[in-house]
């Protein structure tokens, strides 16, 4: 562990000197995200001047099930993001090369090597807003000691899809079709699951449960009488990492390098 | 140290036609190939041994390369690094193997070199005090030491490489595999990194694979060598056995004080003619040596006269052109 944690510190330490190097972009991009978690929660705030409530949840629970996906973008934008949509090109002209040599896990050198500076500072603002959410729905002190573990979860289970759908890669090449199908699939999980229809929710609960990231959470959190949730998380969470790492071994595999 | 057996690997591509219509074809059509890049290799090398891996472009080099390093797998066949097998990929494995590769990078471009190396030493948890002797140590003998905090894009390729030696030797690798090295770079360039790989491995006594274009690079650090075509083993064996491969001719040079007409007498050994006739490169049996060098030299308006064993570049150039020969002599 202590092995991951040095060289996660190098990345961070690499990707600010690459960052700063680069000011006008890293204020734009710090903007940007700002941009779009206000325009976020504006539109829920407009939606609400409409509405007194969507499907089971009134105002107030609805933007702390927002404000709980703003905290996992944000994460994923921090940690996540870039790697996934560098990986194409990687994979295409063979400078994963050098990354399959490190005596380290492929799967952290991969996705885990361009964390994104320009977005730790807005985790201070997603953390902000999500507590602001969570005490006005005077949360009792379980859901408190959960949010960070619960937080932890949905993370890693939005990780562990993307990365399930971004191996397919190593079979396509080109990767922009996946990237926008990753996309696609964060975007499902920004609203909450009872929205879509029957069939929908069931197979994005269960067969490629990326429901589970966000709604999940939030219905156990509301209501802690909806335990079959957290269970849904925890198992999700170990079945699709055993999935994923299968998946993974037989893309390495597959993977052909570039000519040189 | 190195072994393989009938190691094989096969790729797949498609054959498209060119423009819209071909690409719409593909679409629902592809006429897959397979083509094999390496074909049943079998390879043995000990440790401290350097050997020169020589081959046109497409011969299976790289492939080999990556093969021995677990970038890819083997089709069939079985390899063994170090005691390990590289497919595995297992960590120890990673630490004991480095790889160069003359034309990719595993600086990041955006920064310098330093903040490149501190990674690397997390990486492979290199012991600070280690690393900083081997960063003292190589930084010195590649003459680097004020290129370490200059961001990478603003390096010579000449000096990009040396920092990319650095970098894939800071861990001490057991076994190191230089794929092409010394490609694109100057003539002064070229002679650091050999000199540089020539004191390294002497005083480390590790096993090396080198691929290069450039004979110099094999002349001046590998004793054994072995020839790819086609994906396959076509020649494993001295460098002095190799320069006889075709015979025991000398290579021979005359050059003329005026251009020369009558080329008859010539016609017999190879010549190879410059443009304006005033210098004709010649491929002698030692035997005829003397007496065909003392005619030239009576009969014609010579100014320059050289001779020297058959060089390494001629011969490759030669069983290029005409691999047959190979199976022909050995």
Not at chain 1, 73 to 96: A, C, P, Y
Request: charged fraction near 20%; charge should be neutral.
């Amino acid at each position: 562990m202590k092995h991951y944690l040095d060289v996660y510190k190098e990345f961070i330490s690499t990707n600010f000197s690459v960052s700063l190097s680069f000011r006008t972009s890293f204020t734009l991009l710090v903007l940007m995200d700002i941009f779009f978690y206000l325009s976020t929660l504006l539109t829920i705030e407009f939606i609400f001047q409409h509405i007194s409530s969507l499907g089971p949840w009134n105002k107030e629970q609805l933007m702390f099930f927002i404000s709980f996906m703003l905290v996992i973008d944000n994460l994923h934008m921090v940690i996540l993001s870039e790697s996934f949509w560098v990986l194409s090109h990687q994979i295409k002209t063979g400078d994963i090369d050098f990354i399959l040599l490190k005596p380290i896990h492929s799967i952290f050198a991969i996705f885990f090597r361009y964390p994104r500076p320009s977005s730790i500072l807005n985790t201070f603002l997603t953390l902000g807003v999500l507590f602001f959410y969570g005490s006005k729905l005077s949360l009792d002190v379980m859901s408190w000691i959960l949010l960070p573990f619960l937080v932890l979860m949905s993370f890693s289970l939005l990780a562990i899809l993307e990365i399930i759908i971004s191996t397919s890669m190593f079979w396509m090449q080109e990767g922009l079709g996946i990237n926008f199908l990753r996309m696609q699939m964060q975007q499902l999980s920004r609203w909450p699951d009872y929205i879509y229809s029957k069939m929908a929710r069931k197979a994005l609960l269960i067969s490629f449960p990326i429901l589970l990231v966000g709604s999940a959470p939030v219905h156990f959190l509301l209501d802690h009488s909806e335990w079959e949730y957290l269970i849904g998380v925890l198992l999700a969470n170990v079945i699709f990492f055993i999935v994923m790492v299968t998946l993974w071994k037989m893309a390495l595999i597959r993977y052909e390098s570039a000519s040189s | 140290m190195i072994k393989t057996s009938l190691l094989t690997k096969n790729f797949q591509s498609y054959k498209k036609a060119p423009g819209i219509s071909g690409s719409i074809k593909s679409l629902f059509k592809r006429e897959y190939l397979t083509k094999t890049a390496v074909d049943q290799f079998t390879l043995e090398v000990t440790k401290g041994e350097i050997i020169g891996l020589l081959g046109p472009n497409g011969a299976g080099k790289t492939t080999l390369m990556k093969m021995f390093t677990g970038i890819i797998v083997p089709s069939s066949g079985e390899i063994s690094i170090a005691g390990h097998v590289p497919s595995q990929r297992e960590k120890s494995f990673r630490k004991k193997i480095a790889l160069v590769m003359g034309q990719k990078s595993q600086l990041w471009w955006d920064i310098p070199a330093m903040d490149s190396f501190h990674l690397l030493q997390k990486f492979y948890e290199i012991d600070k005090k280690a690393f900083e002797n081997r960063l003292e140590e190589m930084g010195q003998l590649l003459g680097v030491m004020d290129l370490l905090h200059i961001h990478v894009r603003k390096l010579s390729l000449g000096e990009r490489m040396k920092l990319e030696l650095m970098a894939s030797l800071l861990h001490s690798p057991e076994v190191i595999f230089l794929d092409e090295p010394t490609i694109g770079l100057d003539l002064i360039a070229q002679e650091n990194i050999r000199k540089f790989i020539f004191e390294y491995h002497k005083k480390n006594n590790i096993s090396i694979i080198l691929t290069s274009h450039y004979m110099a690079d094999v002349h001046a650090l590998c004793k054994r060598l072995i020839l790819i075509h086609g994906g396959q083993k076509a020649f494993d064996g001295k460098l002095s056995t190799f320069e006889q491969i075709l015979g025991k001719d000398k290579s021979v040079s005359f050059s003329f004080r005026n251009e020369v007409n009558d080329h008859r007498v010539f016609e017999q050994f190879n010549p190879t003619w410059s443009e304006n006739k005033t210098q004709v490169d010649l491929l002698i049996p030692e035997s005829e040596l003397r007496n065909f060098s003392a005619q030239v030299l009576r009969d014609f308006p010579v100014i320059d006269f050289s001779t020297d064993k058959m060089p390494i570049e001629k011969v490759m150039k030669t069983l290029m052109k005409n691999p047959q020969i190979l199976n022909e002599n050995l």
